[in-house]
């Protein structure tokens, strides 16, 4: 499948967005691990006691343009790499929650895709219903 979808009516991948930064190093990241596939760093904005993000080198907006367009290794890559991140950051015992964002009602800030770590602590439940809309 290709990146021009009929259906698919959002922006194209921006370069400039604040992650395609991080990966040139043109701003800095607190980075915990990275290999050929992916780059795991602190979240800059903790929404928990332990809160990372890992991100493919390449450019995809988010989950659906990488499971879409990335190949198998890149994808299998990745989550290798989510996994490793994990362990360097001793969340394997306790437990961690992995999330990703896509699209407007999830609230996706950032369009490059990346892949929520949070741990450290508990977590409570999934989604807080007071914040819903329905
Ligand atoms: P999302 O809402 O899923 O797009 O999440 C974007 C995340 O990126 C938020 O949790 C932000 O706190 C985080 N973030 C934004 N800028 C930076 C940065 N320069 N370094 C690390 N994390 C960042």
């Given amino acids: 499948m290709s990146k021009n ?6 922006s194209p991948y921006d370069p400039d967005n604040i992650f395609a930064k991080i990966l040139r190093g043109e701003i800095p990241c607190k980075e915990i691990y990275a290999d050929d596939y992916a780059l795991c760093f602190h979240d800059v904005n903790p929404q928990a006691p332990v809160h990372a993000l890992v991100i493919p080198r390449n450019a995809y907006r988010s989950f659906s343009d990488f499971t879409t367009d990335a190949s198998n290794e890149e994808i ?6 989510v996994k490793q991140s994990v362990q360097l950051l001793n969340l394997e015992e306790d437990g961690y929650r992995l999330l990703a964002n896509h699209g407007e009602h999830a609230g996706q800030e950032v369009d490059h895709f990346h892949v929520h770590i949070c741990g450290g602590g508990s977590l409570g439940k999934l989604i807080n219903k007071n914040n819903s809309s329905s």
């Avoid at 979808?5 to 959002?10: A, E, G, S």
């Avoid at 299998?76 to 790499?81: D, L, M, P, T």
């Fill in 76 to 81: 299998c890559g990745f989550f290798r790499a």
């Fill in 5 to 10: 979808m009929p259906n698919d009516t959002r």
